[in-house]
């Protein structure tokens, strides 16, 4: 099992920056494939990025690249989204995703993950 716990949302400007962290509880966390979602009201949960166990490789969705940056630090079980050039239409609860599986198939679907955190808002004003 593993317990998500996100971090580090509030208000924040257009332009602006936030980050996000996750912190996880268990044992094999360094094996874990994280993920980040959001979910705008009214719409359907959305990736955001990806990261791989050993944090060598990202993915992102397109909206994203260029402005947010997904970590990871294996020795504090945490997982980071640094977020920049932030857009009202960055608003969303965002989701801290994990699957206990070195590969994931198809990283930007919420069915591959098994672990949820409880969300953290994200508002961004204009």
């Known amino acids: 099992q593993v317990h998500l716990v996100e971090s580090g949302g509030g208000l924040v400007q257009a332009g602006g920056s936030l980050r996000l962290s996750c912190a996880a509880s268990?044992?094999?966390?360094?094996?874990?494939?994280m993920a980040w979602f959001r979910q705008a009201p009214g719409k359907e949960r959305e990736f955001v990025a990806a990261i791989s166990w050993s944090g060598g490789s990202t993915y992102y969705a397109d909206s994203m690249k260029g402005r947010f940056t997904i970590s990871r630090d294996n020795a504090k079980n945490t997982v980071y989204l640094q977020m920049g050039s932030l857009k009202p239409e960055d608003t969303a609860v965002y989701y801290c995703?994990?699957?206990?599986?070195?590969?994931?198939?198809?990283?930007?679907?919420?069915?591959?993950?098994?672990?949820w955190g409880q969300g953290t808002q994200v508002t961004v004003s204009s």
């Open positions: 995703a994990a699957v206990d599986k070195m590969v994931v198939t198809n990283l930007g679907e919420a069915y591959e993950y098994d672990y």
């Open positions: 268990g044992r094999t966390f360094s094996s874990y494939v």
